[in-house]
Nanobody, 121 residues
Framework: QVQVVEAGGGLVLAGGSLSLSCAAS????????MGWFRQAPGKEREFVAA????????TYGDSVKGRFNISRENGKNTVYLRMNSLKPEETAIYYC??????????????WGRGTQVTVSS
């Protein structure tokens, strides 16, 4: 099973940028779709972005399209999330997910512990 650890969270001013990384253990990392989700206090978990195993296909939540970019380096077992033009309402814990569709369904995949992103106005 692939385990993941997120890094890169922190405090940023509104309109600023931040990059997150998700480092995976296990030799089968490159086989999996990877995804990012976030959860703000008192709100449901929200899909942010996902990337195919090869990196050739990406998908984004409507609220982040055009501002966020997901990428991966299979040789480094790492997936990234570049976040631009951040808004205060995007303050949340950001989670990395292995095989996000299965992880959300509870049928497989795995979740990291998350990294806090705080956007200050």
């Amino acid at each position: 099973q692939v385990q993941v650890v997120e890094a890169g969270g922190g405090l940023v001013l509104a309109g600023g940028s931040l990059s997150l990384s998700c480092a995976a253990s296990g030799r089968s990392f490159s086989r999996y779709v990877m995804g990012w989700f976030r959860q703000a206090p008192g709100k449901e978990r929200e899909f942010v972005a996902a990337i195919s195993w090869s990196g050739s296909s990406t998908t984004y939540g409507d609220s982040v399209k055009g501002r966020f970019n997901i990428s991966r380096e299979n040789g480094k077992n790492t997936v990234y999330l570049r976040m631009n033009s951040l808004k205060p309402e995007e303050t949340a814990i950001y989670y990395c997910a292995v095989d996000p569709y299965a992880a959300v369904a509870g049928t497989g995949g795995s979740w990291g512990r998350g990294t806090q992103v705080t956007v200050s106005s």
